[in-house]
């Protein structure tokens, strides 16, 4: 029996082709006969027709035919099918001989060679005797043939051939050994195939002829012979959908045969076969439905036809092997295009066919138990004389022997002793893990991740019962973090006995405590007992002792195992294990908390470690440590079995170190930041525990950060969603999932103990130093040092701002361009307790707007805390904001000397700038001066001095100034005619004496001047009284350069009576002026008009009347008459 | 009937299984855990379709050569997975789906107690439904009662201690029940007192 027995046999899986032999070709020495095998077997793609060829000399002998039964009646068939059947029509029977001979049609010996082929017919025939095959004849020719019909000689001498060889004309082909070999073969080639053809049909026939003379009581197995032959021969012709329905028919057939335990196996075995075939041929046919019923049917059907049950691990071999053969089938048609999907794919073939090898392995295991004495039977029972059974599925020892009756128990009882004794040989768990790692290569590919892994595992299992521990760990550590992340603990405590169970036997001391670690743990299922144990062992371990070996081990191994523990002890060395916790669940859990986000530099930061454990019974740890980011703390953070002083406060020295099942053990640390830290964040980086001692063993569990490990997250979601009320518990006690892990706090500085005011006048006023009184008070208890004031303006407003802003602290003098917008680190010096101190700033905004001010105060002071002296730095900080505003709005306008406003201004002729200063500042301004400074276009009438010096201003009070100015004639200028600057010199008057004046220059606005032709002013006086004389005088003056016609009139009015020229017309010269003299005789008291003169230049049609008007009066007052007679009047009258 | 009941948190990781051949648990839980790559694929390919036209039943999961698994999820992704013995051919797809309503019916009791929290393992007497649940319809209606029992859980050490009795009779007066299945140990009688 050899290992592959349930292999299916390769003629089966193959795919039959049509068997032709090529007879004459001398292959080895001929050239022309290489290149002609050659071209038949080289480049055979699937074009070309399905023959398989063999060269073979002329004198071959074929398998001898049987003489033809006449009678069916007395035969009574020994089995379903022999084991040689296939293999001889695949390889050994030929469906066409052909028969290679040299021979030109102008062959001289003609006659002689024609014989000699005819004699190489007969040879082949004779060795053929009773068969159908056919046979032909190829010519090999050095010449290429004329066209059909054109060669007389070749006709008659291949009629001729023909006959001599008893040949039909089909039968002869010549080849032409030309340029187009490969060609001409391929023409023979069809030509073969179609003679198969006709030769598997009469094959099929008959097969089929035979039917009639079978009856259905003893000839039950050759209907299934038959029926499988036919399909087998329709394969050959290659006629697939009959071969597919003749087996069918073969399949149901065998099953209607009577099966007995004597003949199960045959049955099944041919089943198989016939199964393997249908499948094939649907995948095949692209109906791989079809292909999966017939499977599923085909399982159902002799799933339960176990056999003898002393053979049954036979039973699960032959349904592994069924599985595995359909698998294969399904993922060859997957590589030839079909698709499968994640519910329907070769995976789960193999995984069923890997179920069944285990269960096959159980079986065997459980049959094959015999004891070492029984040898094994001789004669060999398994033997035959031809090494080979004759029929397929029959025992060896009762070959063809067809009766249910066992006629020789003793010979079957050796015949079972000798398959079982076999069967323990087979090294099953290779078989199982070929499988289980198919089957994971086909789940991968259809994304069933979960499925892979549990295959993983199953493969992890088999390697370990394989006794291969190393890979059986490894594929186990692989697949069980998929468990643990989604938390199926059952699964992953199964996983991990099992894994615990290799590395006991490997004596893998680390991933031995790892595993124990996490079986303790709240993630594993075990029972109490169990974690009992396994704590017992881990104790042991870590005093450098072996652990008790683990239940149901094999116990060859674990005596090796105990060796290598044995080993371990002796053996020194790193003894210390540092195992990272977060990505498993260990049975010791950690969380760090510090009590607040923030520390200030001089309180002592505390936090508290919380732990907790899981297992069994009470576990002592040795040492603890906490490390931070900044590694200088770790040394305050440790505690450790040997050292007495701590840190820890709260609990009981002694036990301290002892972990409760179940019980939250806190530890409070406390420690002092460094004053570099402040500002900074403080983390936990790690929380270290040591199990063990270092003389022993010592394994060191590693939480990265505050605590957690694989499974914490999910279950502080947890206790995060629930709203469950807990127990209430001791003061000092704490419910585990209450407490939040806060690994981190940030150290910030001491609270400072200062006073910092800020005393000022809001708003500040465009310009001005503005002053900003601060005032530190210490309340400190003790001298503060290095007090350092920082002030300005905030950083980080608008960049504009920082350029228009400027700080000093001297505010005698104006700052310029050069000065900051912030003042940093003004030393103040040292400040006693109490003392105060008062600084002054000032502050220059450009701007108007709002600015905000920074004032910080930083100062240095000696704090003891927890017993130790450190200097912290402290600062307070104060920010202001302050309004910038105008001080005032400064207004100018241009009028003329009547005071009308004037839009322009006439050259040459006198007017007025006024300037009105509004002030729009809260306090109180006063005016120093002020200044008018002139463009050179303009020039002064009288003198230029400031009427508003020292001027106090309130809220919205103005001072207005008035001068005459004229502009001399300068022709047209675009844009007007710049007018000058107006400077004014101000303060606050609540300001000091020796504050700076601050001097506003305001840019007076251009004006446009326009030139007349002719200019008009009156002499008159002030007022006038009734009835008495009123002289005006009018001068004219001629602007231009021509002689200018002037008429004149004046136009009575009803308050005056008058003397003068009423109505003239003169001539004024360029640059003259003429005189007209009036005089006046106000009738009427009060505010009279004046009799108006009208003007009409004959140059100028528009100067007009209206423009006239701007310069001189057109009414005047007149008092009545006084009783006192004024001595001037009378005079003037 | 099922041979084994789970129900899956959102998360994947199971709330409650358990199954009637208890000597075999592992490979049910392997089962069940295999089977979630189904449904995680069917979910992800129906995610697209419209919320209110989702069909919960997920159908057969995957056939093996003993067992069917069927799967169902709920809207909020909790999902139920039934294995069923293949040689039980009376139970079709339509019972199927209603042992799953059932079984969604008996799960939303179960959210419903207040004790309850959402994503913690089910560690109620509810664990006995797949078990009695032989034909659907007359054991069910037993379960659902249990269930109702089940708010009450036993393993909470809270509502087992004797102090806490009274409390939790008094919520338990808010329930609108009527069977008196639901009297409980200690009949209150003052319900005020408790609240």
Redesign the interface.
Request: glycine share 4%.
């Given at each position: 029996m050899s290992p592959t027995q349930w292999d299916l046999p390769v003629e089966l899986c193959c795919r039959p082709m049509a068997f032709v032999t090529l007879t004459g070709l001398d292959v080895v020495y001929n050239a022309v006969h290489r290149a002609v095998w050659d071209a038949f077997c080289a480049n055979r793609r699937a074009d070309r027709v399905p023959i398989s060829f063999k060269v073979l000399p002329g004198d071959h002998e074929y398998p001898k035919c049987r003489p033809k039964r006449t009678s069916y009646e007395w035969y009574i068939p020994k089995g379903i099918l022999k084991t040689g059947w296939m293999n001889k029509h695949l390889n050994l029977v030929p469906a066409l001989v052909v028969v290679f001979y040299e021979l030109d049609w102008d062959e001289p010996q003609w006659k002689e060679k024609q014989s000699e082929c005819a004699t190489r017919v007969e040879i082949v025939r004779q060795s053929l005797q009773g068969r159908n095959t056919k046979v032909a004849v190829v010519l090999i020719q050095k010449k290429t043939p004329l066209p059909p019909g054109e060669d007389v000689i070749a006709s008659e001498r291949a009629a001729a051939l023909c006959n001599a060889c008893e040949l039909s004309g089909k039968s002869l082909f010549v080849l032409p050994h030309t340029d187009h070999l490969v060609g001409y073969i391929i023409r023979l080639e069809n030509a073969f195939y179609e003679h198969a053809q006709t030769y598997y049909y009469t094959e099929i026939r008959r097969v089929k002829s035979h039917k009639e003379f079978l009856n259905k009581t003893t000839h039950q197995l050759l209907f299934v012979r038959h029926q499988f032959k036919i399909a087998f021969f329709s394969e050959l012709k290659q006629d697939t959908q009959n071969a597919l329905k003749n087996y069918r028919t073969a399949y149901n057939l065998v099953h209607e045969l009577r099966a007995h335990e004597t003949n199960i196996l045959e049955i099944k075995t041919m089943a198989g076969f016939i199964n393997y075939k249908i499948c094939r041929l649907c995948f095949q046919h692209n109906t791989p439905l079809d292909a999966i019923a017939q499977f599923r049917k085909h399982?159902d059907l002799c799933k339960k036809k176990i056999g003898s049950a002393e053979l049954s691990f036979e039973h699960a071999a032959w349904m592994s092997k069924q599985f595995q053969a359909f698998g294969d089938l399904f993922d060859e048609a997957i590589k030839l295009g079909l698709t499968a999907i994640?519910?329907q794919n070769p995976g789960?073939y193999y995984q069923?066919a890997a179920?069944y090898a285990q269960e096959r392995k159980q079986l065997a295991k459980s049959l094959c138990n015999h004891e070492a004495s029984i040898m094994y039977p001789n004669p060999d029972p398994l033997e035959t004389q031809t090494g080979v059974l004759d029929f397929y599925g029959q025992r060896s020892w009762r070959q063809g022997i067809l009766s249910f009756d066992l006629s020789d128990p003793e010979k079957e009882k050796v015949g079972v002793l000798a398959i079982q004794l076999k069967e323990r040989n087979v090294a099953h768990s290779e078989i199982i893990i070929t499988l289980l790692s198919n089957a994971v290569a086909q789940f991968k590919k259809y994304?069933?991740?979960?499925?892979k892994s549990?295959l993983m595992?199953q493969m992890g299992e088999e390697y370990y019962y394989a006794k291969d521990y190393t890979k059986a760990l490894k594929l186990l550590d692989y697949v069980m973090c998929d468990?643990r992340s989604?938390?199926?603990w059952?699964?992953l405590t199964?996983i991990l006995t099992t894994a615990l169970k290799c590395s006991y036997l490997m004596a893998q001391l680390k991933d031995y405590i790892t595993y124990s670690l996490e079986l303790l743990g709240r993630a594993s299922t075990l029972k109490d007992d169990q974690k009992s144990r396994i704590e017992k062992n881990l104790i042991n371990v870590l005093m450098n002792e072996s652990p008790d070996p683990e239940p149901d081990c094999d116990i060859f191994a674990v005596k090796t195992a105990q060796k290598l523990w044995a080993d371990r002890i002796s053996l020194a060395g790193s003894n210390i294990f540092t195992i990272g916790v977060q990505d498993f669940v260990p049975f010791v859990q950690c969380k760090a908390k510090f009590h607040a986000p923030s520390f200030h530099v001089d309180v002592p930061v505390e936090f508290d470690i919380y732990l907790k454990a899981d297992c069994p019974h009470p576990i002592r740890f040795s040492k603890l440590c906490v490390s931070f980011n900044n590694q200088e703390y770790n040394q305050f953070c440790v505690i450790e079995e040997a050292s007495k002083a701590n840190e820890v406060l709260e609990n009981p020295t002694q036990g301290k170190m002892c972990l409760v099942p179940g019980k939250t053990r806190k530890l409070l640390f406390k420690f002092v930041a460094k004053t570099e830290d402040v500002g900074k964040k403080i983390e936990i980086t790690s929380v270290d525990l040591a199990l063990g001692n270092e003389t022993g063993r010592c394994v060191v569990l590693n939480w990265q950060g505050g605590g957690g490990d694989a499974a914490s997250s999910?279950e502080a979601?947890?206790a995060a969603?629930?709203?469950?009320?807990r127990?209430k518990l001791p003061d000092n006690e704490v419910h585990w999932d209450s407490i939040i892990i806060q690994a981190s706090t940030m150290i910030i500085s001491r609270v400072p103990n200062i006073s910092v005011h800020l005393r000022h006048e809001p708003p500040a006023l465009t310009n001005e130093m503005y002053c900003l009184v601060v005032t530190v008070q210490s309340h400190e208890k003790t001298q503060i040092r290095d007090v350092k004031l920082t002030a300005g303006l905030k950083p980080g407003q608008d960049a504009n701002l920082t350029q228009k802003t400027h700080v000093t602290l001297h505010g005698t003098e104006l700052c310029d361009e050069s000065y900051p917008a912030l003042l940093t680190d003004i030393p103040v010096g040292d400040l006693h307790p109490g003392e105060q101190l008062e600084k002054m700033l000032y502050v220059r905004c450009g701007t108007v707007g709002s600015r905000m001010f920074l004032v910080y105060v930083s100062y240095l002071i000696n704090i003891t805390a927890e017993e130790k002296e450190i200097v912290c730095k402290c600062h307070k900080d104060e920010t202001v904001t302050i309004e910038t505003v105008f001080p005032f709005d400064v207004a100018v306008k241009f009028v003329s000397t009547k005071f009308e406003h004037l839009e322009r201004v006439y050259a040459d002729i006198p007017f007025l700038l006024m300037t009105d200063l509004l002030s729009a500042s809260p306090w109180a301004l006063t005016v120093v001066s002020s200044e008018l400074q002139l463009a050179p276009s303009m020039t002064t009438v009288d003198q230029l001095e400031s009427q508003v010096d020292n001027v106090v201003l309130q809220t919205g009070e103005s001072a207005s100034e008035c001068f005459c100015l004229r502009c001399p004639s300068l022709g047209n200028v675009e844009g007007g005619v710049a007018t000058g600057h107006y400077i004014i010199s101000w303060k606050r008057t609540s300001a000091m004496e020796n504050i700076p004046v601050i001097r506003t220059v305001i840019t007076l606005p251009h004006v446009i001047v326009e030139n007349i032709p002719l200019h008009v002013n009156a002499d008159l006086p002030s007022f006038g009284r009734v009835r008495e004389s009123l002289p005006v005088k009018y001068h004219l003056q001629n602007k231009t350069d021509f002689v200018q016609d002037v008429e004149i009139s004046v136009e009575p009015s009803d308050a005056f009576m008058f003397s003068g020229l009423k109505q003239i017309r003169l001539r004024i010269l360029p640059g003259t002026e003429q005189e007209m003299l009036y005089n006046f005789y106000p009738l009427m008291a009060g505010y009279q008009q004046l009799p108006s003169l009208n003007i009409n230049l004959l140059r100028f049609p528009n100067f007009t009347n209206q423009l006239l008007r701007r310069f001189i009066p057109t009414s005047i007052f007149v008092k009545p008459q006084g009783r006192l007679m004024d001595d001037t009047s009378i005079a003037a009258a | 009937m099922a041979v084994c009941i789970a129900v899956i948190a959102k998360e994947n990781y199971p709330l409650y299984i358990r199954s009637t051949p208890t000597e075999n648990e592992l490979k049910f839980h392997y089962m069940v855990h295999t089977s979630l790559d189904v449904v995680d694929e069917k979910i992800s390919a129906m995610g697209k379709a419209l919320v209110d036209q989702r069909e919960l039943y997920l159908g057969l999961l995957y056939p093996t050569e003993d067992y069917k698994v069927y799967g169902y999820v709920t809207n909020s992704k909790v999902k139920f997975v039934m294995v069923v013995d293949s040689s039980n051919t009376a139970l079709r797809d339509n019972e199927i789906r209603s042992m799953f309503r059932k079984l969604h019916n008996s799960y939303t009791d179960v959210m419903c107690n207040p004790f309850y929290n959402p994503g913690d393992r089910i560690q109620s007497r509810w664990a006995l439904l797949p078990v009695s649940a032989s034909s659907p319809g007359g054991p069910y209606s037993r379960v659902r009662i249990q269930s109702r029992w089940a708010l009450l859980p036993v393993s909470d050490p809270v509502q087992v201690g004797p102090t806490s009795c009274v409390r939790i009779q008094s919520r338990w007066a808010l329930l609108p029940v009527s069977d008196p299945v639901q009297v409980g140990p200690t009949p209150v009688s003052d319900p005020v007192q408790g609240l």
């Amino acid at each position: 029996m050899s290992p592959t027995q349930w292999d299916l046999p390769v003629e089966l899986c193959c795919r039959p082709m049509a068997f032709v032999t090529l007879t004459g070709l001398d292959v080895v020495y001929n050239a022309v006969h290489r290149a002609v095998w050659d071209a038949f077997c080289a480049n055979r793609r699937a074009d070309r027709v399905p023959i398989s060829f063999k060269v073979l000399p002329g004198d071959h002998e074929y398998p001898k035919c049987r003489p033809k039964r006449t009678s069916y009646e007395w035969y009574i068939p020994k089995g379903i099918l022999k084991t040689g059947w296939m293999n001889k029509h695949l390889n050994l029977v030929p469906a066409l001989v052909v028969v290679f001979y040299e021979l030109d049609w102008d062959e001289p010996q003609w006659k002689e060679k024609q014989s000699e082929c005819a004699t190489r017919v007969e040879i082949v025939r004779q060795s053929l005797q009773g068969r159908n095959t056919k046979v032909a004849v190829v010519l090999i020719q050095k010449k290429t043939p004329l066209p059909p019909g054109e060669d007389v000689i070749a006709s008659e001498r291949a009629a001729a051939l023909c006959n001599a060889c008893e040949l039909s004309g089909k039968s002869l082909f010549v080849l032409p050994h030309t340029d187009h070999l490969v060609g001409y073969i391929i023409r023979l080639e069809n030509a073969f195939y179609e003679h198969a053809q006709t030769y598997y049909y009469t094959e099929i026939r008959r097969v089929k002829s035979h039917k009639e003379f079978l009856n259905k009581t003893t000839h039950q197995l050759l209907f299934v012979r038959h029926q499988f032959k036919i399909a087998f021969f329709s394969e050959l012709k290659q006629d697939t959908q009959n071969a597919l329905k003749n087996y069918r028919t073969a399949y149901n057939l065998v099953h209607e045969l009577r099966a007995h335990e004597t003949n199960i196996l045959e049955i099944k075995t041919m089943a198989g076969f016939i199964n393997y075939k249908i499948c094939r041929l649907c995948f095949q046919h692209n109906t791989p439905l079809d292909a999966i019923a017939q499977f599923r049917k085909h399982i159902d059907l002799c799933k339960k036809k176990i056999g003898s049950a002393e053979l049954s691990f036979e039973h699960a071999a032959w349904m592994s092997k069924q599985f595995q053969a359909f698998g294969d089938l399904f993922d060859e048609a997957i590589k030839l295009g079909l698709t499968a999907i994640q519910t329907q794919n070769p995976g789960f073939y193999y995984q069923q066919a890997a179920y069944y090898a285990q269960e096959r392995k159980q079986l065997a295991k459980s049959l094959c138990n015999h004891e070492a004495s029984i040898m094994y039977p001789n004669p060999d029972p398994l033997e035959t004389q031809t090494g080979v059974l004759d029929f397929y599925g029959q025992r060896s020892w009762r070959q063809g022997i067809l009766s249910f009756d066992l006629s020789d128990p003793e010979k079957e009882k050796v015949g079972v002793l000798a398959i079982q004794l076999k069967e323990r040989n087979v090294a099953h768990s290779e078989i199982i893990i070929t499988l289980l790692s198919n089957a994971v290569a086909q789940f991968k590919k259809y994304k069933c991740p979960r499925m892979k892994s549990h295959l993983m595992v199953q493969m992890g299992e088999e390697y370990y019962y394989a006794k291969d521990y190393t890979k059986a760990l490894k594929l186990l550590d692989y697949v069980m973090c998929d468990y643990r992340s989604e938390g199926w603990w059952t699964l992953l405590t199964s996983i991990l006995t099992t894994a615990l169970k290799c590395s006991y036997l490997m004596a893998q001391l680390k991933d031995y405590i790892t595993y124990s670690l996490e079986l303790l743990g709240r993630a594993s299922t075990l029972k109490d007992d169990q974690k009992s144990r396994i704590e017992k062992n881990l104790i042991n371990v870590l005093m450098n002792e072996s652990p008790d070996p683990e239940p149901d081990c094999d116990i060859f191994a674990v005596k090796t195992a105990q060796k290598l523990w044995a080993d371990r002890i002796s053996l020194a060395g790193s003894n210390i294990f540092t195992i990272g916790v977060q990505d498993f669940v260990p049975f010791v859990q950690c969380k760090a908390k510090f009590h607040a986000p923030s520390f200030h530099v001089d309180v002592p930061v505390e936090f508290d470690i919380y732990l907790k454990a899981d297992c069994p019974h009470p576990i002592r740890f040795s040492k603890l440590c906490v490390s931070f980011n900044n590694q200088e703390y770790n040394q305050f953070c440790v505690i450790e079995e040997a050292s007495k002083a701590n840190e820890v406060l709260e609990n009981p020295t002694q036990g301290k170190m002892c972990l409760v099942p179940g019980k939250t053990r806190k530890l409070l640390f406390k420690f002092v930041a460094k004053t570099e830290d402040v500002g900074k964040k403080i983390e936990i980086t790690s929380v270290d525990l040591a199990l063990g001692n270092e003389t022993g063993r010592c394994v060191v569990l590693n939480w990265q950060g505050g605590g957690g490990d694989a499974a914490s997250s999910q279950e502080a979601l947890q206790a995060a969603r629930s709203f469950k009320r807990r127990p209430k518990l001791p003061d000092n006690e704490v419910h585990w999932d209450s407490i939040i892990i806060q690994a981190s706090t940030m150290i910030i500085s001491r609270v400072p103990n200062i006073s910092v005011h800020l005393r000022h006048e809001p708003p500040a006023l465009t310009n001005e130093m503005y002053c900003l009184v601060v005032t530190v008070q210490s309340h400190e208890k003790t001298q503060i040092r290095d007090v350092k004031l920082t002030a300005g303006l905030k950083p980080g407003q608008d960049a504009n701002l920082t350029q228009k802003t400027h700080v000093t602290l001297h505010g005698t003098e104006l700052c310029d361009e050069s000065y900051p917008a912030l003042l940093t680190d003004i030393p103040v010096g040292d400040l006693h307790p109490g003392e105060q101190l008062e600084k002054m700033l000032y502050v220059r905004c450009g701007t108007v707007g709002s600015r905000m001010f920074l004032v910080y105060v930083s100062y240095l002071i000696n704090i003891t805390a927890e017993e130790k002296e450190i200097v912290c730095k402290c600062h307070k900080d104060e920010t202001v904001t302050i309004e910038t505003v105008f001080p005032f709005d400064v207004a100018v306008k241009f009028v003329s000397t009547k005071f009308e406003h004037l839009e322009r201004v006439y050259a040459d002729i006198p007017f007025l700038l006024m300037t009105d200063l509004l002030s729009a500042s809260p306090w109180a301004l006063t005016v120093v001066s002020s200044e008018l400074q002139l463009a050179p276009s303009m020039t002064t009438v009288d003198q230029l001095e400031s009427q508003v010096d020292n001027v106090v201003l309130q809220t919205g009070e103005s001072a207005s100034e008035c001068f005459c100015l004229r502009c001399p004639s300068l022709g047209n200028v675009e844009g007007g005619v710049a007018t000058g600057h107006y400077i004014i010199s101000w303060k606050r008057t609540s300001a000091m004496e020796n504050i700076p004046v601050i001097r506003t220059v305001i840019t007076l606005p251009h004006v446009i001047v326009e030139n007349i032709p002719l200019h008009v002013n009156a002499d008159l006086p002030s007022f006038g009284r009734v009835r008495e004389s009123l002289p005006v005088k009018y001068h004219l003056q001629n602007k231009t350069d021509f002689v200018q016609d002037v008429e004149i009139s004046v136009e009575p009015s009803d308050a005056f009576m008058f003397s003068g020229l009423k109505q003239i017309r003169l001539r004024i010269l360029p640059g003259t002026e003429q005189e007209m003299l009036y005089n006046f005789y106000p009738l009427m008291a009060g505010y009279q008009q004046l009799p108006s003169l009208n003007i009409n230049l004959l140059r100028f049609p528009n100067f007009t009347n209206q423009l006239l008007r701007r310069f001189i009066p057109t009414s005047i007052f007149v008092k009545p008459q006084g009783r006192l007679m004024d001595d001037t009047s009378i005079a003037a009258a | 009937m099922a041979v084994c009941i789970a129900v899956i948190a959102k998360e994947n990781y199971p709330l409650y299984i358990r199954s009637t051949p208890t000597e075999n648990e592992l490979k049910f839980h392997y089962m069940v855990h295999t089977s979630l790559d189904v449904v995680d694929e069917k979910i992800s390919a129906m995610g697209k379709a419209l919320v209110d036209q989702r069909e919960l039943y997920l159908g057969l999961l995957y056939p093996t050569e003993d067992y069917k698994v069927y799967g169902y999820v709920t809207n909020s992704k909790v999902k139920f997975v039934m294995v069923v013995d293949s040689s039980n051919t009376a139970l079709r797809d339509n019972e199927i789906r209603s042992m799953f309503r059932k079984l969604h019916n008996s799960y939303t009791d179960v959210m419903c107690n207040p004790f309850y929290n959402p994503g913690d393992r089910i560690q109620s007497r509810w664990a006995l439904l797949p078990v009695s649940a032989s034909s659907p319809g007359g054991p069910y209606s037993r379960v659902r009662i249990q269930s109702r029992w089940a708010l009450l859980p036993v393993s909470d050490p809270v509502q087992v201690g004797p102090t806490s009795c009274v409390r939790i009779q008094s919520r338990w007066a808010l329930l609108p029940v009527s069977d008196p299945v639901q009297v409980g140990p200690t009949p209150v009688s003052d319900p005020v007192q408790g609240l």
